[in-house]
């Protein structure tokens, strides 16, 4: 068996050698912010890169233009780094992917570097429009990860945490169909569709002190009526259900809402039409413990601490959730602001290209590839992440 600590320097250096070039490839992407699914040069970069250093490349994978795979060896284990590089609307790289991007892409170029002595292969999967749509759940359904032995990002964050939570999220969406009347002279004659969605979303309010407290119901009325002197025949409303754990989401919180809907129908006597968005469903993340345990010493190594997960922390959603169901997966975060200055912001975006963004990237980068040592070499480590993944399962 190779020395697992020579390996572990061997990626380190193989990191440190291209320090400039990744600092000014991520700052690239930076520069140049694509949203969902518009990403084409940011994957067109970071797929170059690759194929340059010898990975063999499949572009427009799973039928999404701006997706890649990017590979090197062969057989068992299979290790991959997932790469975002999607950004936001009008913010920018606000949520830091430029770095996750750089840094996935760093470390399978690290990675490479022992795949001839440790045997198995090496991955960089391209996942556009992590923001938007969940590419990832697309790929998940169109066999991207399958056969993988682990799945891995760092997204940059407030703080360094191995083992990270995101909700399982499911998109609703309602229709009242009630009937038109003239809202002075003949209301009598009107069945308010208006009024049911307000029941419902009043309703909603009252059921939400019974829920669990990482449970979230958000929503909005995309349709109120035409015109004020008419009682609206017609509403329609766009709703996200998030929970902690998928079967909370499927056996508790998907009945409740419903309710509150049907509710608002007899109420009113208008007729409801709902629609679930299973095909887009973000489910909720799992945690790899032994993987994330791994990585834990390996970014520690690196001098950075690793914090404690908080069980009240706030929580989002990310399409490493459907990753995680189908192979084991980490999802950690590494810290690059201060804990006032939350993702998604333009304070954020500035330091998604300072010093501190950049320290990350090459942190990330190193561990994600140490982690791929361990995997790689340690078939006491893989069995571990196998049981725990089928137990959790
Ligand atoms: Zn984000
Ligand atoms: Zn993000």
New binding site residues.
């Given amino acids: 068996m190779p020395d697992r600590d020579r390996l572990k320097k061997r990626v380190i250096a193989e990191v440190d050698r291209r320090r400039d070039e990744l600092i000014a490839l991520s700052l690239k992407l930076h520069a140049n912010p694509e949203t969902a699914f518009q990403e084409e040069k940011a994957s067109a970069w970071l797929a170059d890169r690759l194929e340059g250093e010898g990975f063999a490349l499949e572009r427009g994978i799973c039928r999404i233009a701006t997706a890649f795979r990017a590979s090197h060896g062969e057989g068992e284990p299979k290790v991959a780094f997932l790469a975002?590089y999607d950004a936001l609307p009008g913010v920018g790289h606000g949520?830091?992917?430029n770095i996750?991007g750089t840094a996935s892409t760093a470390a399978g170029l690290a990675a490479k570097a022992v795949v001839a002595e440790t045997g198995g292969a090496v991955l960089v999967i391209g996942t556009p429009a992590?923001?938007a749509a969940g590419g990832k759940v697309y790929m998940a359904d169109r066999g991207a990860f399958e056969g993988l032995t682990c799945a891995m990002l760092v997204?940059p964050g407030n703080r360094d945490v191995a083992v990270s939570q995101s909700l399982a999220c499911l998109e609703l969406n309602v229709e009242f169909h009630g009937r038109a009347a003239h809202a002075a002279a003949r209301p009598e004659a009107g069945l308010n569709a208006l009024d049911a969605m307000i029941a419902s979303f009043a309703n909603i309010g009252l059921l939400r002190q019974q829920l669990r407290d990482s449970a979230r119901i958000h929503g909005i009325i995309t349709d109120g009526g035409q015109a004020v002197n008419v009682i609206p025949h017609h509403t329609a409303a766009s709703l996200l259900i998030r929970a902690e754990d998928d079967p909370y989401l499927d056996d508790a919180l998907k009945g409740n809402v419903l309710a509150c809907f049907q509710a608002g129908a007899q109420a009113t006597g208008c007729h409801l039409e709902h629609r679930w968005g299973e095909e887009s469903r973000y489910k909720a993340m799992r945690t790899n413990r032994p993987l994330a345990e791994a990585y834990r010493a390996n970014i520690e190594a690196l001098g950075r601490r690793v914090a404690e997960p908080e069980p009240r922390r706030s929580m989002g959603s990310?399409d490493m959730g459907n990753v995680s169901a189908i192979v084991p997966a980490i999802h950690p975060t590494i810290a690059v602001a201060p804990v006032d200055i939350p993702?998604h912001t333009v304070e954020f975006r500035e330091i998604a290209a300072s010093e501190a963004a950049h320290e990350a990237l090459l942190d990330s980068a190193k561990a994600l590839a140490m982690t791929a040592v361990d995997v790689l070499t340690d078939a006491d480590l893989r069995r571990r992440m196998r049981k725990e993944f089928e137990q959790a399962g």
């Fill in positions: 975002e949520c830091g992917h996750i992590e923001e997204h990310t993702i």
